[in-house]
Nanobody
Framework: QVQLVESGGGLVQAGGSLRLSCAAS????????MGWYRQVPGKEREFVAN????????YYADSVKGRFTISRDNAKNTVYLQMNSLKAEDTAIYYC?????????WGQGTQVTVSS
């Protein structure tokens, strides 16, 4: 199993920046994908960004392209989400996820609130 610990959420003004971190522990050697989703109460959880281990490629939702950057520190088994030019509509609970041995594991979520 993989355990995930997220950090870095908070309150920021529109136009500001935040960096989220997600540290993985446990059976990390077979992690295939790490990334982020977000969810607003009453809505579906939506994809934000992914990092694919096999070739290091990254993928982003159209709504965050050019503003968010996903990166990974292999030595620390940690994935980051650098969020710049934040907008009020980015307000959500952000969840880290990994896919390991075909199984998806979710983090506990971290709240990001952007005030306009």
């Amino acid at each position: 199993q993989v355990q995930l610990v997220e950090s870095g959420g908070g309150l920021v003004q529109a136009g500001g920046s935040l960096r989220l971190s997600c540290a993985a522990s446990g059976r990390t050697f077979n992690i295939y994908v790490m990334g982020w989703y977000r969810q607003v109460p009453g809505k579906e959880r939506e994809f934000v960004a992914n990092w694919k281990r096999s070739d290091g490629s990254t993928y982003y939702a159209d709504s965050v392209k050019g503003r968010f950057t996903i990166s990974r520190d292999n030595a620390k088994n940690t994935v980051y989400l650098q969020m710049n030019s934040l907008k009020a509509e980015d307000t959500a609970i952000y969840y880290c996820h990994v896919v390991n041995d075909g199984v998806r594991t979710w983090g506990q979520g971290t709240q990001v609130t952007v005030s306009s």
